[in-house]
């Protein structure tokens, strides 16, 4: 058995650590998730529980589950704010990219790649998505 001593407020990082790992994993995924991961974040929050942490933990039949206070405590907020900057970054680069397949440009050069996608970010960091638009074809 493996032992690991953690102070409460390392303790604390941990468990959000473990939801967020959870949450990226098994958020989009329906009833085709990942238990094992499901069955791991359980365990820490019944730990939680266990340490003078009960405000963090829901119990429901026999098992536990982040609270509603936990999960309206900035965590959901987190997440939000990395997918936000993860979109834009995508975004980013998907249109350098198709920008310069439509240009006939080498897609290894990684200057041109990168120069594209800091105008595209400096746009959305103006404009957000305010001025994108997709046109039908024709």
């Known amino acids: 058995?493996?032992?690991?001593?953690?102070s409460k407020k390392e303790f604390r990082r941990l468990l959000d650590l473990i939801y967020i790992g959870n949450w990226v994993l098994n958020s989009t995924r329906g009833e085709d998730r990942f238990e094992d991961y499901d069955d791991l974040q359980e365990r820490f929050f019944a730990l939680a529980g266990k340490n003078g942490m009960e405000a963090l933990v829901t119990?429901?039949?026999?098992h536990y589950f982040p609270s509603k206070a936990y999960e309206e405590g900035g965590i959901h907020e987190a997440i939000a704010?990395?997918?936000?900057?993860?979109?834009?970054d995508i975004?980013?680069?998907?249109?350098a990219r198709r920008d310069m397949v439509e240009e006939n440009l080498n897609q290894d050069d990684v200057t041109e790649l990168t120069n594209r996608m800091n105008d595209y970010m400096d746009e959305?960091?103006?404009n957000g998505i305010d001025r994108i638009v997709v046109e039908e074809d024709r």
């Open 91 to 95: 975004l980013a680069e998907e249109l």
């Open 124 to 126: 959305f960091e103006k």
């Open 81 to 88: 704010d990395y997918e936000d900057a993860i979109f834009f």
């Open 59 to 62: 119990a429901y039949m026999g």
């Open 1 to 6: 058995m493996l032992q690991l001593e953690l």
